[in-house]
């Protein structure tokens, strides 16, 4: 694949991650919000759900690389698979695309919101938390899981070999080999943080949530939102500093 444009990152990054954004939290609003249809349905349902956004956003941005996340974007940057240049453009382009599919998310359920009981829960919907707040250790299970995800796009051979681009062509599993991954990293690591691993997915629908006119909503909970986007990034930086030391390997 040719070398991807500004133009590519700015389109494609947005709208992959607004629709990553906008299905993933959906899944979540449908579990959480009473008058749903799909209430209480179970967090595989929700892990299931994210996996297959993640397939629905990444074949969506195929142009631009589908990072739809700045910890796969720097960590692609530092295999030397994406030009340092244009990882702002990827970063700004994904905070935009999550913010924009938080706020498609609220419009699609908005007379949920409006009638559900409980709406001091439903921050929830759009951004992570721990069961258990720790600071220190809520950051190592995102550096752990989100280590995993950028470790795993790394070492596909798609990847490798076609410049840090998932190729359908040439890959057995494609996109839906992310979702697997995404699904398992939910199940076996995401129950103590909810599984961020993406910074601006969980920044941006935060700030999104800031500005919903939600009656009576929950604490944005400011002072955890840095560990989703720290852990992340060290998790992601990791994976690419591993990748360089054994691609020869």
Same mark, same amino acid.
């Given at each position: 694949m040719s070398a991807v444009t500004d133009g590519q990152i700015w #389109?494609?990054?947005i709208i992959g991650t607004a629709v990553l954004i906008l299905l993933g939290a959906g899944v979540v609003a449908g579990n959480n919000l009473v008058k749903s249809g799909f209430h209480n349905s179970g967090g595989l349902f929700i892990n299931f759900g994210w996996g297959l956004a993640v397939f629905a956003g990444a074949s969506i941005a195929w142009q631009s690389g589908a990072h739809l996340n700045p910890a796969v974007t720097l960590g692609l940057a530092i295999a030397d698979k994406t030009p340092w240049s244009q990882v702002p453009i990827y970063i700004c382009a994904q905070m935009i695309g999550a913010f924009i599919g938080a706020m498609l998310c +609220? $419009?699609?359920?908005?007379?949920?919101?409006?009638a559900d009981p409980h709406p001091e829960d439903t921050r929830g919907i759009f951004c992570t938390g721990p069961q258990v707040k720790? +600071? @220190?250790w809520n950051t190592v299970t995102e550096v752990i899981g989100t280590f995993v995800l950028v470790?795993?796009? #790394?070492?596909? /051979?798609a990847i490798s070999q076609n410049g840090g681009t998932l190729d359908l062509g040439n890959s057995g599993l494609g996109y839906a080999g992310v979702a697997f991954v995404v699904l398992v990293i939910g199940n076996s690591l995401g129950g103590p943080t909810g599984y961020a691993?993406? /910074?601006a997915r969980d920044l941006a629908p935060r700030i999104a949530y800031a500005l919903m006119p939600i009656k009576g909503k929950g604490s944005l909970e400011w002072n955890y939102a840095w560990?989703?986007?720290?852990g992340p990034i060290i998790g992601g930086a #990791? $994976?690419?500093? #591993? @990748?360089?030391?054994?691609?020869?390997v």
């Open positions: #389109l494609w990054e +609220y $419009a699609a359920y908005k007379k949920n919101f409006d720790s +600071y @220190f470790f795993w796009i #790394l070492r596909s /051979p691993i993406n /910074p560990v989703p986007v720290v #990791l $994976a690419g500093g #591993l @990748f360089l030391l054994t691609q020869n």
